[in-house]
């Protein structure tokens, strides 16, 4: 499975910005994937920011974006699947390189916030707001 996030930029407080995380998977047998989002300020760690379930139908937000970030999923049948990361009303705390990666377990509690849960790991998108 690869995924590749895009989406990133540079804006100012209080604008919008929507990240896309491009899954797909080779090979005849799909397997499918919860998708989490987090982000990275340079010198420090790697922070959950949302999570979506296979389904789409279960999320989960840090209690700094709850309110002002959505996250949602294509679950079209096809080979590429797409996770949005809506954010509005940035705030310049918002900046940091933003990461999705994939979680094949259904997960409980602090399990869906972990970085350990997560197998694959798409690139980073920089994300700057400005004040």
């Known amino acids: 499975v690869q995924l590749q996030a895009s989406g990133g930029g540079s804006v100012q407080a209080g604008g919008s910005l929507t990240l896309s995380c491009a899954v797909s998977?080779?090979?005849?047998?799909?397997?499918?994937?919860?998708i989490g989002w987090f982000r990275q300020v340079a010198g420090k760690e790697r922070t959950f920011v949302a999570r979506?379930?296979?389904?789409?139908?279960?999320?989960?937000?840090?209690d700094s974006v709850k309110g002002r970030f959505t996250i949602s999923r294509d679950n079209a049948e096809k080979s590429e699947n797409t996770v949005y990361l809506y954010m509005n009303n940035l705030e310049p705390e918002d900046t940091a390189v933003y990461f999705c990666a994939g979680d094949f377990y259904p997960r409980v509690g602090a399990g869906r916030r972990a970085i350990g849960s997560y197998d694959y790991w798409g690139q980073g998108t920089q994300v700057t707001v400005s004040s």
């Open positions: 979506i379930s296979v389904s789409g139908e279960n999320t989960d937000y840090d």
């Open positions: 998977e080779s090979g005849p047998k799909k397997r499918r994937y919860a």
